[in-house]
């Protein structure tokens, strides 16, 4: 899957200076969409009698190519059971990842529940972070104009995407919209990308699951953590990890690799799609829903694993060999897999079982580069290092992140009350500490002061009160005599004078606390 080039790349704005692809023209009807647009399930005309239209439970309409036969059901109870355990994960995100990683990645090989599939691939990829250090950023994307040389292909491919989806059915209907905003906010976010065809279901998947906003952090972190070069312009990433799928390959099934080399395939003939889309295009939707928890959590080798899994029992036995004698019957095997190794149950207990490794890929990767740079020179593309899933990408987060908490729908002002409470908001308690022990030293005063120092006390505590009086009733007063005491009683009214002085401390810390609470 190339960049959108050529036939079908970026096409002049028109004459009058209108720009295509923008939100407001995407919202009109087709008039000038072409044949194939408006034979489309998208158009007007037939989404009126989409609401007499059956829909599964993952919103594709029932009897369309999405749409799945006999599911596997999840009971009730068991399905509740880990909801609960998914939500004190959520909730204590940073604590789970930091001790009890190896625990969230048995939960998503078991399956996200469907009520938090989408807040989990957020927390797993790291998009909430992303969102929380960029706060504003999407909707600043959203309002420029965009590149014009995008949105016109943007725009063609919109009615591609999972045209049997609820969301997507409509031409102009709020999926597609959303799925324009995501796309033209990311030609923005890194221009030297552009848009990718392959971009454009990983988009949608997401927006099955989360708002656009979300949907848009996530599929930055596809991009630049997961599958980083993948929808560069040259496409050197994808066609290197095509060789490192078939070095793979060797040690997982040897007939089917030998097969392929026999029959001369290049790897890119059939793995693109796979890869580029994560299987989106490929598996059935059940199937897709548990490749990407797991993918979310445990990165590019999932990809990998899918991939040998399927090359391994669609020609890893001279029996299915027996009809693939040419490159042609070989492709359309691998185009029109057995549904049976594609039924999810089947599939993720291949792919958890596999032995493939980050460190094994990591290794084949520099064998691979190291012949890239000796037959065709350096890569053109400098993508970012690829970061094998949720722990690794939570460890390289650059600099101090915020934790990450559930979100109140409802807030209240610190002091206000709660609703249908009618006790009034009680202090802080180091405001009451602080109190208790002005209470008791002013106790323990009286009890060991002579009658004299008891008078100087209180006159540093009128002192105290007032700190609040004008300077111009101060000045106005008259000043007080000096007092013509003998030298030898100053030391013993200079510890009245000093628990005076702390008084006037104690008493305007403890008044500026009121007023901070205030």
């Not at 799945?68 to 959520?90: H, I």
């Not at 040419?326 to 095997?333: A, L, M, P, S």
Request: charged share 25%; proline share 8%; glycine share 6%.
């Amino acid at each position: 899957m190339a960049k959108s080039s050529g036939e079908n790349g970026p096409r002049a704005p028109a004459a009058g200076g209108s720009l295509s692809g923008t939100r407001e023209n995407l919202a009109q009807g087709p008039d000038s969409a072409t044949a194939d647009e408006l034979s489309s399930l998208g158009s007007d005309s037939e989404a009126n009698g989409f609401a007499e239209r059956r829909i599964d439970k993952f919103g594709f309409i029932v009897g369309s190519q999405g749409a799945e036969g006999a599911l596997e059901e999840v009971p009730l109870e068991v399905l509740r059971q880990r909801e609960s355990k998914w939500l004190d994960m959520l909730n204590n995100w940073d604590k789970w990842m930091a001790k009890k990683h190896k625990k969230i990645r048995l939960r998503c090989q078991k399956g996200i529940p469907p009520s938090l599939r989408g807040r989990a691939w957020q927390y797993l990829s790291g998009g909430k972070v992303k969102l929380q250090q960029n706060p504003g950023k999407f909707d600043e994307l959203d309002m420029s104009p965009g590149d014009p040389k995008w949105l016109d292909v943007i725009e063609r491919d919109l009615h591609r995407q999972f045209p049997f989806h609820e969301m997507f059915v409509s031409r102009g209907g709020h999926g597609q919209q959303d799925l324009f905003r995501v796309l033209k906010a990311y030609t923005l976010y890194r221009p030297e990308e552009g848009y990718c065809q392959a971009q454009a279901p990983i988009a949608a998947v997401l927006l099955m699951h989360m708002p656009a906003e979300q949907a848009f952090w996530c599929l930055v972190q596809i991009c630049e953590k997961y599958l980083p070069g993948y929808y560069s312009e040259k496409l050197e990433a994808i066609q290197l990890d095509g060789e490192i799928l078939f070095s793979l390959l060797q040690k997982v099934s040897p007939v089917a690799h030998k097969h392929l080399s026999r029959q001369k395939i290049d790897p890119l003939l059939y793995m693109t799609e796979w890869f580029m889309c994560a299987f989106a295009r490929t598996l059935p939707w059940s199937s897709v829903l548990r490749v990407w928890d797991m993918f979310f959590c445990e990165g590019v080798k999932i990809i990998f694993r899918v991939g040998l899994v399927l090359l391994k029992h669609a020609l890893g036995s001279p029996e299915k060999l027996k009809a693939c004698q040419g490159q042609y019957e070989t492709i359309e095997q691998l185009r029109s897999l057995s549904p049976k190794i594609m039924q999810e149950a089947f599939l993720v207990q291949e792919v958890v079982e596999l032995p493939v490794t980050e460190r094994q890929i990591e290794r084949e990767h520099l064998i691979q580069l190291r012949r890239w740079q000796e037959t065709r020179g350096e890569l053109q593309c400098r993508s970012p290092p690829r970061l094998h899933g949720a722990k690794a990408i939570l460890d390289a987060e650059p600099g101090p992140r915020p934790a990450l908490q559930p979100s109140p729908s409802i807030r209240l002002p610190p002091d206000a009350p709660l609703p249908g409470s009618k006790a009034k908001p009680k202090p802080p308690k180091q405001v009451q500490k602080e109190q208790r022990k002005q209470t008791k030293a002013s106790g323990q005063l009286d009890k060991s002061l002579s009658p004299n120092q008891a008078a100087v006390v209180t006159a540093a505590g009128d002192a105290c009160l007032s700190q609040d009086v004008p300077s111009k009733d101060l000045a106005s007063q008259d000043p007080a005599p000096q007092d013509s005491a003998p030298q030898d009683s100053a030391p013993q009214d200079s510890a009245p004078q000093d628990l005076a002085h702390h008084c006037s401390q104690e008493s305007l810390t403890s008044q500026e606390s009121e007023d901070t609470y205030l």
